[in-house]
């Protein structure tokens, strides 16, 4: 299973960024994705998660300022992040849960700067 993600870069404190992870599509829909990160020195960990059926998980950093959404036409998975720190400078990956498999996509750096 190859996920591809892609929209990090750098931005100022306060700022939005969007990531998107597309996935195979013939399981996605079935899929239950989530998007992780990893900061430095750090364990990588959830940021948020979305199932199948559209119910949504949110990590307390997370909630009212991110938002995870998927496209099953498109067979991609988004996080909308809003109000950036610079404490969520990380590597963000996206997973994606299939047949009691975990798979993750090559991560997407996001810098925030002060």
């Known amino acids: 299973v190859q996920l591809q993600a892609s929209g990090g870069g750098l931005v100022q404190a306060g700022g939005s960024l969007r990531l998107s992870c597309r996935a195979p599509?013939?399981?996605?829909?079935?899929?239950?994705m989530a998007w992780y990160r990893q900061r430095p020195g750090n364990q990588r960990e959830l940021v948020a998660e979305?199932?199948?059926?559209?119910?949504?998980n949110y990590a307390d950093f997370a909630s009212g300022r991110f938002t995870i959404s998927r496209d099953n036409a498109r067979s991609t998975v988004y996080l909308q992040m809003d109000s950036l720190k610079p404490e969520d400078t990380a590597v963000y990956y996206c997973?994606?849960?299939?047949?009691?498999?975990?798979?993750w996509g090559q991560g997407t750096q996001v810098t925030v700067s002060s």
């Open positions: 997973n994606q849960k299939w047949a009691g498999e975990n798979y």
């Open positions: 599509g013939r399981i996605f829909p079935l899929s239950p």
């Open positions: 979305i199932s199948d059926r559209d119910r949504t």
